[in-house]
């Protein structure tokens, strides 16, 4: 499964993407992760890829050319080795669709949930548009609608300083979905029955004269009990 994020920061995102279980995902060829910048696609000497908006307002706003422009580099870049039938990779089994998607970011957007992170994770490519400033121009994703579905999407109720933080949340939430990358299907939480309260070693931890003990029913073995107390925690 591959991975594009148009960004202006790379380096920002890989440092996250390279690390832990996605870092051994992508070493274990589970997904690829690659990365294009619309300052590559810009058409002035200096770089320039945000102007003043129009109307007024504060900020400045991405221009929409280099975006597009760097979506359809990410485009161009699927290869479908000849003879492979990618329709028959199989997810939870459903088939994964050769057709790539195209995330966009809004606060207005929907909140995007687990149910999609599974929907996404039947796609073979998913390319991230991570916007910066106060945005950007609207008729990029008029253009990119032209050559993909789009799906708009808001990562929590927050407000972020770009596309790269809810780009990187939704990368992670799909990866963990894929078959093998966290092991076994169980350790996908929501798929289970799962408290929000965990324990590990030691028994008791004594801080500040004071005994703070896991509780006593997740000590006894007898899973149904476990998993009802799981329910209620």
Partial sequence: MKFHLITLFPEAC???????????????????VKYQTP?????????????RPYGGGPGMVMTALPVVRAVERSLKSR????????????????PRDRKPVIIWFSPAGKQFTNKDADALAKYSDVVLVCGRYE?????????????????????GEAV????????????????RRLPGVLGKDASV????????????????????KKN?????????GHHAEIDKWRGKS
Avoid: C, F
């Fill in 14 to 32: 890989d440092a996250y993407l390279s690390a832990s279980i996605l870092g051994r995902a992508r070493k274990e060829k589970k997904i690829v």
């Fill in 39 to 51: 300052r590559d696609y810009v058409d002035n000497k200096w770089g320039k890829v945000d102007e």
């Fill in 79 to 94: 290869k479908i080795p000849r003879g492979t039938l990618v329709n028959l990779v199989k997810h939870e089994g459903a």
């Fill in 135 to 155: 945005g950007i121009d609207e008729r990029a994703k008029k253009m990119l609608k032209t050559l993909a579905p789009i799906k708009e999407y808001a990562v």
């Fill in 160 to 175: 972020y300083t770009g596309g790269e933080v809810p780009a990187l949340a939704i990368v992670d939430a799909v990866t």
């Fill in 189 to 208: 939480e929501e798929r289970r029955i799962a408290s929000s309260a965990v324990y590990t070693r030691p028994e008791t931890i004594s801080y500040k």
């Fill in 212 to 220: 703070y003990k896991v509780p006593k029913v997740l000590q006894t």
